[in-house]
């Protein structure tokens, strides 16, 4: 059985991006700008209209 260690995947696939090699934009099908909207960040997963979506905090 595989498992995931977010520490050093995290760190694996940013060395990755880095080397120009993982292309996080092509990963990525949605961008939400505030808390307010990860429910539907959410709705949009168990629907599965997103693959991936990023929640941005500035």
């Given at each position: 059985?595989?498992?995931?260690?977010?520490?050093k995947?995290?760190?694996?696939l940013?060395?990755?991006?880095r080397?120009?090699?993982?292309?996080l934009?092509?990963?990525v099908?949605?961008t939400?700008?505030?808390?307010?909207?990860?429910p539907?960040g959410?709705?949009?997963?168990?629907?599965?209209?997103?693959?991936?979506?990023?929640?941005?905090?500035s």
């Amino acid at each position: 059985m595989n498992s995931w260690d977010g520490r050093k995947g995290i760190r694996f696939l940013a060395d990755l991006h880095r080397a120009g090699r993982y292309d996080l934009d092509a990963i990525v099908t949605r961008t939400y700008d505030s808390l307010a909207e990860l429910p539907s960040g959410y709705r949009d997963q168990a629907e599965g209209t997103i693959i991936r979506g990023v929640l941005r905090l500035s």
